[in-house]
C-alpha cells in the first residue's frame, strides 16, 4: 500500500542521507515519482539531483530476443522527458563503451 509523504518529511529524508531508491521503497513509490518530488522541490541529494542524479540502483532483467544472445532495453518515457525530449518525436540512439560501462546516448532525430 503506497503511504503519503509530506514535502517536510520528504526534504528531511533527503537531508539525512537517504537515497531516491530507498525513500521510494519505505513509502511504497516509484524511484521516478520520489525523484521528481526532489527535483521539484529543488533538493540536493548526496545521490545526485537531477537529470544527472536519477540513476536506477537496481538491476533490471534484460530479456533474451534471440538464439543469438540479444537483448532488449526498454527506457520509461519518464526519462525520456525528463531529460527533455519531446516523447512524442522521433529520437535516436547510440551505444558508447566506457570504460567498461555501456552507456546509452540519444538525441531528438531531424
Do not use: Q
Amino acid at each position: 500500500m503506497r503511504k503519503k509523504i509530506s514535502d517536510e518529511d520528504l526534504t528531511r529524508e533527503i537531508n539525512s542521507g537517504k537515497s531516491i531508491s530507498k525513500i521510494a521503497k519505505k513509502y511504497s513509490m516509484s524511484v521516478a515519482s520520489v525523484a521528481e518530488r526532489v527535483r521539484r522541490l529543488n533538493l540536493k541529494s548526496k545521490y545526485g539531483s537531477g537529470r544527472e542524479g536519477l540513476d536506477v540502483k537496481e538491476w533490471k532483467k534484460l530479456t533474451k530476443t534471440s538464439k543469438y544472445g540479444g537483448r532488449l532495453v526498454s527506457l520509461p518515457s519518464f526519462y525520456i522527458k525528463n531529460l527533455g525530449f519531446n516523447h512524442k518525436k522521433e529520437l535516436l540512439g547510440r551505444w558508447l563503451l566506457r570504460n567498461g560501462k555501456l552507456i546509452l546516448e540519444i538525441k531528438e532525430a531531424k
